[in-house]
């Protein structure tokens, strides 16, 4: 039902009293604002109790208004386009202290993502990653730069890290075309979700790669086909999502490769150091 929820809300209309008529048909004409909406809020808009949305929820087999609400978050999500992101954004943000309230709702992603995380899912992706014949890292869109920053780490650490260029589908495949099963892809994709990216997850799992999504739900065209699941809520901070929480995942996950694989990583780098020195690559302090 929750996946059909526009849908489900349509078929059901006539059944509906005088007042779910009402939140339902502000639903599907603004399902973009209800989503950041609380029930109070909702009703007074369309001239209803509090209680009456809360019962409209429940109606529709949700527990209770936060778990539509949620619901209606994952539309938003994946079928908003930049310019209505840009207005429901506008509407949470116009009138209040935007620095504090982007930087605490980022410290609460955070927070979030640490409860939530599959602890399991992510030993299991460093180990794999850990004794890879091959790490192919894969991020599209507003994904890129997750990807870049975890490539160019990765880079310092391994010599076998393929940065996965998204440029073109023909492209992408040639790049990934002898993917198997000693290797790893770890995928990243947040809304709007990158076709490329879902594709290449179902080719690599296909060659029994070992995959390793990061995304923003279970419920993401990711998560499907991939081997470990590791998640990190977005919401709205403009017209894009928030990537502070998978950052932090990414940043925790080279800490624990290069620690389990701490040796080969400290000759590295030393030698990376002295190279450094020797090209005069890093500015020094007098």
Not at 15 to 43: N, P, V, W
Not at 217 to 230: G, H, M, N, T
Request: aromatic share 8%.
């Amino acid at each position: 039902m929750k996946q059909n929820l526009l849908q489900c809300i349509t078929e059901r209309m006539s059944g509906f009293s005088k007042g779910q008529r009402l939140i339902a048909a502000y639903i599907l004409e603004h399902y973009d604002r209800a989503a950041y909406m609380t029930a109070a809020k909702l009703g007074e808009l369309v001239r209803v109790s509090e209680s009456t949305v809360v019962r409209f929820a429940d109606e529709l087999g949700f527990d209770g208004y936060p778990d539509m609400q949620r619901a209606l978050r994952e539309l938003a999500k994946t079928n908003l386009t930049a310019a209505q992101r840009m207005e429901v954004a506008d509407n949470l943000l116009g009138g209040s202290d935007i620095l504090e309230k982007v930087l605490q709702g980022d410290a609460d992603k955070i927070r979030h993502t640490l409860d939530g995380l599959d602890r399991i899912a992510f030993e299991a992706a460093v180990e794999k990653i850990v004794h890879a014949r091959n790490i192919y890292i894969l991020g599209s869109r507003s994904a890129a730069s997750l990807a870049s920053f975890l490539n160019f780490n990765f880079q310092l650490m391994f010599d076998n890290v393929r940065n996965v260029e998204v440029s073109s589908g023909s492209e992408m495949f040639e790049q990934i075309l002898t993917i198997g099963p000693e290797d790893v892809l770890i995928a990243i994709s947040f809304p709007r979700y990158s076709k490329r990216t879902v594709r290449a997850v179902q080719f690599a799992h296909r060659a029994g790669a070992n995959v390793v999504s990061l995304t923003d739900s279970d419920r993401s065209p990711i998560a499907a086909d991939c081997d470990q699941l590791l998640t990190a809520p977005s919401d709205m901070a403009s017209f894009v999502d928030s990537l502070v929480a998978p950052l932090s995942i990414i940043n925790a996950m080279v800490a624990a490769v290069s620690m389990r694989s701490h040796d080969e990583v400290a000759t590295r780098l030393r030698r990376l150091e002295e190279i450094w020195d020797e090209y005069d690559v890093y500015e020094k302090n007098s």
